[in-house]
């Protein structure tokens, strides 16, 4: 691994195991979740409030900073972190996802891709080169070598043809030159198929990567499909260094791929949904919209601790989203990510105990008995964009 | 003055004065500015960082929360303040001046005013009161007497007419039950005119209220006009009571204003022209949104010490409103605020030290010598909904 760089398991407990991921600016526990910061900002919050939710590692989005405000201007502004105030540890994607799914018009050769800007519809062109010269000047503390993400109804042969592409575009990313205080982390495809997933996680662990992330899963395929590709998968990934799972996912979703080895997360979702007055609780989740909280003086969740559950009512949150005011996503937001936070220290804390698989069905069977909404929408709308 | 409620003068430098107006819930130095909390939000802010902005006196608009979520329902739930969880003071506006700005088809006769929600076109009806019932029940420290507010054009018979509606709505407003620890401040009328000002500025005075406010200013008229009717009337107001200008204004307008003896303002404008990038310094105003901004790593305003100014560039605060990232709106807010905690403070300070001309010379000229962006904007839509 790269110099200033660290992962070390701490414990295990069945498949599920519980580390360190050290970097050069901060000392990052897991399991744990990276909010979104798709624009250098974790949307509606200050860094101290996202550090104030256990936060030490979070995402930023390498194609919407490439359209605005540009890598040379972060880049002379001291690079996404300092851009932003965010003082411990940042992972850029390699825009790749953004450009198969926000970008119009876009067409894939064996070089890389072509599309025009969701922005203002310029044309430009994404390479594996360009990617880690973008990332490079947006300086995160780990970047993501150029993939191909094939949609979750791709063909076999579509899907062989983008691992083939992406373990060409791994080579390439790794040869170009970096920000020596950089790691890289590489990314396997296969869709659903187990035997591909196992053949390219080879091809890829194999490189001179920091850590190795899966791809191409939460992307439209039924979730029950999600979960039996992790089960057979997550736990033959390198022990030896981190192991992410991209764009994923529900508090379920957490808990059942920690439960197979996985150690790093990011997802819109909490951030998302809190902007439509969606809360994830320790019982559920609970749609602030709703004419039931009208009167209810109860925070959102008796549980937790955050500054919003401990100042704020369920009525209150209730008129500030239905009046379209700001403070009602703002706090939700802060809510959400903070469960998110105290959710993945109660998953470590459980690892360490030895209890990793009854800690894990109690806390999924008091989500789904007290879900005040219904059974998780996987709704391919939801999970395709929940890489924001 | 009712129990638990005491102004006191404390200096006076010239016609502007220094002094401590005590509510049951807060001590509120004066000379001071309320941040609007039209919905019972500070929009995009907590109330701890209302707070830090050295705020102890807020305002929330009458008409809009009897709109949205109802005064029955904020009552039940024990007032504004424990709704929205603001610790200090709280003053309601009456609604009158909502029902004649932003409702249509408003219908104004001796008894009161039947107008349709601008929510949702339903006819309702405003009268002295139904106004002091809805903030009994919305529960503030100080509420408004329901006053007819003409336009800035309206001919000198609507005025006295106006005039001689709000003295009769006054003694039925003062008539009307309310809670016993709620203060009641009278508005006078008068328009531009002098002789009409002072007359019924004398009316007002005379009757049983905590308060004498300043109404039907800022509706429209130059901003010279204004100056030259509070440097007339001000000074002439009593002396043993808040005296409040409704609806002011720019830093430069509470300079004025404090110079001439007023010891409160509300205004929309710190926090609504933030959420169009517009921040207010003590160099005058600058516009986050214009390009010179991309590559500052200057703060907004070096002079300040708020959150926003210790910790993020003009060049951040720049990307953030043009992606239109909520944090942008919220730290300009926050910045805005704190300026005029700041400004108001040193006035009083100015006050104190007797060299309030001077202090008041000084800081205007810094701020018109600095401005980034050119003479104030004193056009009518503006001013006309300076008061949410």
Redesign the interface.
């Known amino acids: 691994m790269r110099e200033g760089f660290a992962f070390v398991e701490r414990a295990r407990d069945g498949d599920a195991r519980r580390g360190t991921f050290t970097t050069p600016s901060a000392v990052v526990e897991t399991p744990t979740f990276m909010p979104v910061g798709t624009?250098?900002?974790v949307?509606?919050?200050?860094?101290a409030e996202v550090e104030s939710t256990g936060a030490r590692l979070i995402l930023a989005n390498t194609y919407h900073l490439w359209l605005?405000?540009g890598p040379e201007?972060v880049g002379?502004?001291g690079g996404v972190k300092r851009?932003?105030?965010w003082p411990h540890a940042l992972l850029t994607d390699s825009g790749g996802f953004q450009v198969f799914s926000l970008s119009s018009d876009n067409r894939i050769d064996d070089d890389g891709v072509t599309f025009k800007s969701h922005l203002d519809g310029s044309k430009m062109r994404l390479t594996p080169e360009e990617s880690m010269r973008v990332q490079g000047l947006l300086g995160a503390d780990v970047a993501m070598l150029f993939d191909q993400c094939p949609p979750a109804d791709a063909a076999r042969p579509v899907i062989e043809q983008a691992m083939r592409r992406t373990t060409a575009w791994a080579h390439r990313s790794l040869a170009a030159p970096g920000p020596a205080t950089q790691a890289r982390f590489g990314i396997f495809q296969g869709g659903t198929h187990v035997d591909l997933r196992l053949a390219h996680l080879e091809e890829i662990a194999a490189l001179s990567v920091d850590g190795v992330a899966i791809g191409g899963l939460s992307v439209g395929e039924p979730i029950p499909e999600m979960y039996r590709v992790l089960a057979d998968v997550a736990p033959r990934m390198p022990t030896d260094r981190p192991r992410y799972l991209m764009g994923v996912g529900t508090p379920a979703d957490l808990i059942t791929a920690i439960g197979h080895g996985v150690d790093l997360f990011d997802c819109v979702l909490p951030t998302r949904n809190a902007r439509t007055g969606q809360a994830l609780t320790w019982t559920g989740r609970v749609n602030v919209r709703q004419a039931r909280h009208?009167?209810d003086?109860r925070p959102l969740d008796a549980a937790c601790d955050c500054?919003c559950c401990t100042?704020?009512?369920r009525?209150?949150l209730h008129?500030?989203v239905?009046?379209k005011?700001?403070?009602g996503?703002?706090?939700i937001t802060q809510h959400n990510l903070h469960f998110y936070g105290a959710l993945t220290r109660a998953a470590r804390e459980a690892i360490e105990a030895g209890r990793y698989a009854a800690w894990a069905a109690a806390t999924l069977a008091a989500m789904r008995d007290g879900d005040e909404i219904g059974a998780p929408d996987a709704g391919p709308r939801t999970r395709r964009l929940s890489r924001g």
């Open positions: 624009l250098g900002t949307k509606g919050l200050t860094p605005r405000p201007r002379a502004l851009f932003m105030g009208k009167d003086e500054a100042t704020f009512s009525a209150y008129h500030l239905r009046a005011e700001m403070l996503p703002r706090l």
